[in-house]
């Protein structure tokens, strides 16, 4: 699986972005995806996930209400919305694919990951 960020960019603080993560070579439908993000001088840390099965999603406490994942299984792309931007947010932003589909904040759970698409919120 081939997993391709994009979406990143420069905002002002309180604005919009929406991040996609286009995969090839396998379909996701039976993946979880999860978003994960590290911003400068820390360690990546998890953002959000979303189930093959049913959709179920999960999101850090920081992103809570803020952001969401979605999933287009038929365009084999999953989203991730994010709202209220705050400069706490600046980071690169990096999508992830585990196979075994149950849902897990852990990095060591997934197995395929995109290349990393940046986000830089001023204030």
């Known amino acids: 699986v081939q997993l391709q960020a994009s979406g990143g960019g420069l905002v002002q603080a309180g604005g919009s972005l929406r991040l996609s993560c286009a995969a090839s070579?396998?379909?996701?439908?039976?993946?979880?995806m999860g978003w994960f993000r590290q911003a400068p001088r820390k360690e990546r840390e998890f953002v959000a996930y979303?189930?093959?099965?049913?959709?179920?999603?999960n999101y850090a406490d920081s992103v809570k209400g803020r952001f969401t994942i979605s999933r287009d299984n038929a365009k084999n792309t999953v989203y991730l919305q994010m709202n209220s931007l705050n400069p706490e947010d600046t980071a690169v932003y990096y999508c992830?694919?585990?196979?075994?589909?149950?849902?897990?904040?852990?990095?060591?759970?997934?197995?395929?990951w995109g290349q990393g698409t940046e986000v830089t919120v001023s204030s």
């Open positions: 992830a694919a585990d196979p075994v589909g149950v849902g897990s904040r852990l990095e060591g759970e997934y197995d395929y």
């Open positions: 070579g396998r379909t996701l439908s039976r993946y979880t």
């Open positions: 979303i189930t093959w099965s049913v959709g179920r999603t």
